[in-house]
Nanobody, 124 residues
Framework: QVQLVESGGGLVQAGGSLRLSCVAS????????MAWYRQVPEKPRESVAR???????NYADSVKGRFTMSADNAKRTAYLQMNSLKPEDTAVYYC??????????????????WGQGTQVTVSS
């Protein structure tokens, strides 16, 4: 069973910073294409940042220059450093990763997994 667990969310004033973490665990064989998404009520989930296989990162225009995504492959952990936070960054933030894993029966599975989300609230 593969799990992605986010942490680091909370309440912060505008202009402040938060650092989110996402730890992957389970019978993992490979991890690639890790990403952070966010969602507010009644709106579609949107991509915030992504690290692809060659290590390069892509960011949504709304967070460029303020957010930085990184990953520690040895720790199976992705991070999202969020600086100069704005009230419009308020959302539930989700971790997403393309993970190769072994099921209990030994079958190989390769698919995207989601974390449970962590709430980020930025007050004005």
């Amino acid at each position: 069973q593969v799990q992605l667990v986010e942490s680091g969310g909370g309440l912060v004033q505008a202009g402040g910073s938060l650092r989110l973490s996402c730890v992957a665990s389970g019978r993992i064989v490979s991890i690639s294409d890790m990403a952070w998404y966010r969602q507010v009520p009644e709106k579609p989930r949107e991509s915030v940042a992504r690290i692809i296989g060659d290590g390069s990162t892509n960011y949504a225009d709304s967070v460029k220059g303020r957010f930085t995504m990184s990953a520690d492959n040895a720790k199976r952990t992705a991070y999202l450093q969020m600086n100069s936070l704005k009230p419009e960054d308020t959302a539930v933030y989700y971790c997403n990763a393309y993970i190769g894993s072994r099921t209990e029966s030994g079958t190989f599975s390769l698919r995207y997994h989601w974390g449970q989300g962590t709430q980020v609230t930025v007050s004005s």
